[in-house]
């Protein structure tokens, strides 16, 4: 006579917290280093950083924010100077 035992439980595919936490993490940090970038190199018209936020993703991103963002400035005017019709 053969004795069926039910199978073991088991956790595999089945997410818990720390998962959606990281989840969450990592969709906030592709939103910051990846959609922000994006949409403003395409507002300035830097089409060479944008190219480089597509191909390059997260990377991309952080080199548009230290080199692309920084090299993007107005100079601010001088105090001396006055604005016409204001």
Do not use: D
Request: hydrophobic share 55%; no cysteine.
């Amino acid at each position: 006579m053969t004795v069926m035992t039910a199978p073991l439980e088991t956790q595999f595919l089945m997410s818990n917290a720390s998962f959606l936490v990281l989840l969450l993490v990592a969709f906030a940090v592709g939103g910051l280093l990846v959609v922000w970038p994006l949409v403003e190199t395409v507002v300035r018209q830097q089409w060479g950083y944008t190219l480089g936020v597509l191909l390059l993703g997260p990377i991309g991103g952080l080199l548009w924010f230290f080199v692309g963002r920084a090299g993007s400035s107005t100079p601010a005017r001088p105090s001396g100077h006055r604005v016409l019709g204001g």
